[in-house]
């Protein structure tokens, strides 16, 4: 068992080594990106990594506190399911009503890696692997992606 203070520092150290191994990685546009808090340029619409001590996952997080709104971009994300997918070269988990820890409902789209234990440190490389195709993948399906939803700006 860790402690708080334990679990913040493993969390901190894994996200600062997966940032400056993602550094030199540049976006599919070729510009510099902030891989570990990707900006989609859509509010309420998050592309995250997570990873605990049984499983790391990688989403698309749709958070509009309007359940409606949230529902038009579910929809809109799943027309253009065929390029994440070729994209990504995967089949996500499609999850329209998820809740958070907090109790918020949102909507989100993942892919997920059982067992994962971000606190052993001799599993980072294999986290690392999981997380670096498939974020770089969801920039490139962002980089076309995205006007997509410029209706629902």
Known sequence: MYSKNEVTQLRQAFWTTFGQYMQPVPSAEGVPTNWINYKTGLKHVYFRMQADNRHATISIDLTHPDAGLRELF????REVRPMLEEATGETWTWEPDAVDANGQPFSRIYQELRPANL??????????????????????FWSTGQYAFDELR
């Open 74 to 77: 579910f929809e809109q994300f």
């Open 119 to 140: 606190f052993n440190r001799e599993q980072w490389p294999e986290l690392i692997s999981f997380f670096k195709p498939r974020i770089m993948a969801l920039d490139e």
